[in-house]
């Protein structure tokens, strides 16, 4: 007797069988696709602070990393820091790239399309006399974001084009940066 073995289906890196396992999943238990992603941050001198990730919620139990991820942030010189790390402007462009790239990747993967090429770079326009208090009619944060992407694959342009609207339309952190969702602060003890 012979068994055979099925090897997963692979594209860009990503497992299609277990996309759609995930999905399928998700859609007989909605409860299934909640989850609560966490980080922990703590000053360390001027401007230069860490943030530790280690675990978050999701498939309906606490899930922890594998490792635990360690996120240095800082300022430039010229905005009174040491560069000891990206700052949250910086690191918010990132987390936008990011999301959008790993969005655009699973997006081609499920719709059988190899990719050889993905690239963005990012602009982010602010005037920082908001956020420094000098100017209550600037706002604090980025005026505008531009995200050229650059994308090469198997696929023709227009399909390749279909990839990037569907990856906006999917990313979580351009969702959560193109719309106002509630933010509590507070002080704890």
Known sequence: MTQTTTEPRMLNGVNVDTLYATLDAIKG???LGKFQFRTKNRWIDGAH????ITDFYGAGQDQPHT???TIDAGEPAVLLGTD???????AALHAL???LTTTLVYSAAARGVKLSEVESTLEGNCDVQGALGLSDDVPNGFQDITVPIKIKGDAPREKLQAIVKNAQARSFIFDTMSR???VSVKLVD
Request: hydrophobic letters at 25%; charged letters at 15%; glycine letters at 4%.
């Open 29 to 31: 238990q909605p409860d």
């Open 49 to 52: 602070n860490q943030t530790t």
């Open 67 to 69: 490792q635990s991820f």
């Open 84 to 90: 000891t790390g990206a700052n949250p402007a910086e």
């Open 97 to 99: 790239a990011a999301c």
């Open 180 to 182: 106002e969702i509630p």
